[in-house]
């Protein structure tokens, strides 16, 4: 059985396009592991800029110390008003949106690109106020809030410190 295939829609494509999963030899990260070795995905997130900060675009680049090695963009059709300052700011419109995937399936396809890699974040004060009002957490690995849905408080699972957002 084959996998529903993604469409995904980068900034300044007019039409969705299928989203090519690219093969990904990622050793798995540990404590130990040499940053060298390591492959890392550096995500960008642009919001409607209403609270509760719906996602209008995803973009990230996979890579490792010595270069990149993927990219991934899609904007997101999250059917709510851009806050005029918020569209100031990354110059997203409505109209840019139509045909975007809904924030499930770019959601899925960004987890598939950055699945065994450090995930970094872009632009960590911009989404401050947003983490805190979502409950996201910022640790990749937290059990907490693992695929975005708030658990029972496990600071003795090795979560102990962790800026849970909330």
């Not at 106020?129 to 975005?148: E, L, N, P």
Request: proline share 7%.
């Amino acid at each position: 059985m084959t996998s529903k295939p993604f469409f995904l829609k980068p900034r300044g494509a007019v039409e969705p396009v299928p989203w090519e999963e690219i093969a990904v030899d990622a050793p798995d990260v540990k404590p130990d592991t040499r940053l060298d070795l390591a492959q890392f995905v550096a995500l960008d997130v642009e919001s409607t800029g209403n609270s509760p900060f719906l996602v209008l675009e995803i973009g990230a680049e996979r890579f490792r110390l010595d270069g990149p090695l993927s990219f991934f963009d899609t904007l997101v059709d999250c059917q709510a008003p851009i806050n005029p300052y918020a569209h100031r700011r990354h110059h997203i419109d409505r109209s840019m949106l139509i045909g975007a995937p809904e924030f499930r399936d770019a959601r899925r396809a960004f987890l598939r690109f950055a699945q065994g890699a450090v995930l970094v974040e872009h632009s960590h004060d911009a989404f401050a106020g947003a983490r805190r009002d979502s409950g996201a957490c910022s640790a990749r690995r937290c059990t907490r809030h693992r695929d975005g849905v708030p658990r029972a408080d496990r600071s003795s699972s090795g979560n102990a410190g962790v800026d849970h957002g909330g």
